[in-house]
């Protein structure tokens, strides 16, 4: 399995990832996701940590904005 990060926003973070054989030479899946941090008190959106920020930044794929 294959797994990035596409880009990471002020509140949000789109990931991406491929399913693929043992020899890479099949993709069984692929596709992007959204993960979007909330405030647990006003179930709104809220600012990524520096410190997730940080520790997310070694995913980021080649295409990727920060």
């Known amino acids: 399995m294959h797994f990035w990060l596409d880009k990471i926003g002020r509140s949000s973070a789109i990931y991406a990832f491929r399913i693929l054989s043992s020899d890479q030479t099949i993709v069984y899946a692929e ?8 405030d647990p008190e006003t179930l709104t959106s809220a600012p990524i940590s ?4 940080k520790a997310a ?6 295409q990727a904005e920060a």
């Open 57 to 62: 930044m070694a995913l980021l794929g080649p």
């Open 50 to 53: 520096a410190e997730t920020r």
């Open 31 to 38: 596709g992007r996701r959204v993960s979007v941090n909330i």
